[in-house]
C-alpha cells in the first residue's frame, strides 16, 4: 500500500523539477533554487512514506 506522503512527495519533487526547469529557461536563479529545494523536500516526504511502510508491513 502505498503512503500519502510518498503521492505528496512525489507531487512536490515533479514541481520542484517544474519549477527548477522554469527558472532556467527565464534566466531566475530564485526560481531554480526554490524548485531544487522542493524537490528535496518531496524526495524526503517521499521516503517517509516508504519507511512509513516498511513500519506498518513489519508489524502487520
Known amino acids: ?5 510518498q503521492v505528496s512527495g512525489g507531487a512536490k519533487e515533479l514541481g520542484g523539477k ?7 529557461v527565464v534566466g531566475n536563479d530564485r526560481l531554480v533554487v526554490e524548485g531544487k529545494a522542493d524537490q528535496l523536500e518531496g524526495k524526503t516526504e517521499k521516503n517517509l ?10 508489524i502487520h
Open 18 to 24: 517544474v519549477k527548477e526547469a522554469a527558472g532556467k
Open 1 to 5: 500500500m502505498v503512503d500519502k506522503n
Open 49 to 58: 512514506g516508504k519507511v512509513k511502510d516498511a513500519v506498518r508491513d513489519q
